[in-house]
């Protein structure tokens, strides 16, 4: 079992910045690659990073590119998504997921990932 805790939501102007982070537990951190996903209301989920184990591999939704930075530290067990230069369509509850089945390569679809954290929310305001 892998348990995610997120942190770090909140409400921000436009322009300014968020880091999100996503604590884990439960099985080995290095094991498995990650990912932050969000949903607004109305729309689909949609992967906005990811990252294989070590993070040296990584993938951004071209909404996000430029902006937004994933990175992971495995000894803290944490995954993190920098979020700069925040737009009002950033606007979204943020999840961050594992997923036990990958691990080389970052995976982008949401059925690809086994466990999720409870989701935070992020308000950017214009």
């Known amino acids: 079992q892998v348990q995610l805790v997120e942190s770090g939501g909140g409400l921000v102007q436009a322009g300014g910045s968020l880091r999100l982070s996503c604590a884990a537990s439960?099985?080995?951190?290095?094991?498995?690659?990650m990912g932050w996903f969000r949903q607004a209301p109305g729309k689909e989920r949609e992967c906005v990073a990811a990252s294989n184990w070590s993070g040296s591999s990584t993938y951004y939704a071209d909404s996000v590119k430029g902006r937004f930075t994933i990175s992971r530290d495995n000894a803290k067990n944490t995954v993190y998504l920098q979020m700069n230069s925040l737009k009002p369509e950033d606007t979204a509850v943020y999840y961050c997921?594992?997923?036990?089945?990958?691990?080389?390569?970052?995976?982008?679809?949401?059925?690809?990932?086994?466990?999720w954290g409870q989701g935070t929310q992020v308000t950017v305001s214009s």
């Open positions: 997921a594992a997923t036990t089945r990958y691990r080389s390569s970052p995976r982008t679809q949401d059925d690809e990932y086994n466990y």
């Open positions: 439960g099985r080995t951190f290095s094991s498995y690659a």
